[in-house]
């Protein structure tokens, strides 16, 4: 675990055999509160932060030594480091609501041609059963699987495609705009079929 985080080898193994000494019932047991009643001060880790905490160690005296100061700080300060903020503390959610509903919606781009063919669905049923998509899906959606439905049978064809929704359709489409019935593609014999067209084709993801 530590090792796949890039910690240095000697230090995982000299944490652990520290932590081997440590006897379990004793581990177990509820640290003691330090009742002192020295005043904290607590600073953001740096590097340099070592060089405050050094000169006001070693200043300290002349509050102490003070008529006024004296009697508030009878003891040097409990002085102690921080953690700073990382990138995770910078980091925000967007301003901008993304639409994470389930279904294939349109891209919206002036010249998509898949737009007008999207079928929105959250379920799409099949000659054995039906299935449920869960996710959320656009013409520009890549690596996923895609139905391209025939409206006018009801007949389905399923295909994976790790490129862009839209450009595997479009390979698809421009099968079928060449009205070649004996197409080596089973998707365009099928919509260039009699009383078939482009028209009764709808592609959604799944």
Sequence with gaps: FFDKRGYPVSLVQVG?????QIVRQSALQTAEKDNTDRI????TFHPHNYAVKSIILKNFKLLQNDS???????????ISFKRDKNIGNFLVRSSFKTNDKSG??????????????????????????SIKIIDHFTCTSANVICCITCTYWNKLYIV???????DRFREHLRDVERNDKDAPKPVARHFNLPNHSEQHMEVCGL
């Design 104 to 129: 294939t919606f349109t891209c919206a781009r002036s010249r998509c041609k898949t737009c007008s063919f999207i079928h929105n669905v959250d379920k799409i049923s099949g000659p054995k059963r």
């Design 68 to 78: 006024e100061t004296g009697t508030i700080f009878s003891q040097p300060p409990l």
């Design 160 to 166: 994976e495609t790790g490129r862009r929704l839209s």
């Design 16 to 20: 652990h055999h520290r932590a081997q």
């Design 40 to 43: 904290p001060f607590t600073l």
